[in-house]
T-cell receptor, first 116, second 111 residues
Framework: GAVVSQHPSRVICKSGTSVKIECRSLDFQATTMFWYRQFPKQSLMLMATSNEGSKATYEQGVEKDKFLINHASLTLSTLTVTSAHPEDSSFYIC????????????FGPGTRLLVL | SQQGEEDPQALSIQEGENATMNCSYKTSINNLQWYRQNSGRGLVHLILIRSNEREKHSGRLRVTLDTSKKSSSLLITASRAADTASYFCAPFNQAGTALIFGKGTTLSVSS
């Protein structure tokens, strides 16, 4: 089956630093990937849609300068949380839509971010 | 994209019992997908049912779709403790659009 990986799986950082999270589709190409965040016991909230070769589309209320998204290849999208603060602590999950058979999406295992 | 709404929000059963959870949505779809999320993990794709299908099976899972009522149900038969997780439905309209999730159904299966 289609596999999506995320790296790192968990990260602890100091307030004010930047953290980069990678999302890779391992066995398929994905022009389109999505980034979500999830707070404890809540649902996934869509943050942005990432398209290879173009700017990401951000959901309302998501700061594009705070959450930088780069989709540099058909198998890799990165989310950088800039100048992280404790309120950015969350579970970040990506998903990828296969270019072939574009009727479903596959999710990564998530990245747990803790900002101290 | 549209959001699916799962019902009930929480369900507690004993091992061996069947678990049924429901999903409602608002507008037309191409397909509807069910995902499972174990605590602290990513989402696992369980099953996809297309708009022209009424029922689909995969192992112990049975999914139905009623497009006239804009609803779907997921039945897990002979549940196991390992089925304990949150379950989400996701109506899918168009390629390139994100799946939007509701609050899900939290299933607890006790042994």
């Amino acid at each position: 089956g289609a596999v999506v990986s995320q790296h790192p799986s968990r990260v602890i950082c100091k307030s004010g630093t930047s953290v980069k999270i990678e999302c890779r589709s391992l066995d398929f190409q994905a022009t389109t990937m999505f980034w979500y965040r999830q707070f404890p016991k809540q649902s996934l909230m869509l943050m942005a849609t990432s398209n290879e070769g173009s700017k990401a589309t951000y959901e309302q209320g998501v700061e594009k300068d705070k959450f930088l998204i780069n989709h540099a290849s058909l198998t890799l999208s990165t989310l950088t949380v800039t100048s992280a603060h404790p309120e950015d602590s969350s579970f970040y999950i990506c998903s990828a839509e296969p270019d072939r058979g574009r009727e479903t999406q596959y999710f990564g295992p998530g990245t747990r971010l803790l900002v101290l | 994209s549209q959001q699916g709404e799962e019902d009930p929000q929480a369900l507690s059963i004993q091992e061996g019992e069947n678990a049924t959870m429901n999903c409602s949505y608002k507008t037309s779809i191409n397909n509807l997908q069910w995902y499972r999320q174990n605590s602290g993990r990513g989402l696992v794709h369980l099953i996809l049912i297309r708009s022209n299908e009424r029922e689909k099976h995969s192992g112990r899972l049975r999914v139905t779709l009623d497009t006239s009522k804009k609803s779907s149900s997921l039945l897990i038969t002979a549940s196991r403790a390992a089925d304990t997780a949150s379950y989400f439905c996701a109506p899918f309209n168009q390629a390139g659009t994100a799946l939007i999730f509701g609050k899900g159904t939290t299933l607890s299966v006790s042994s």
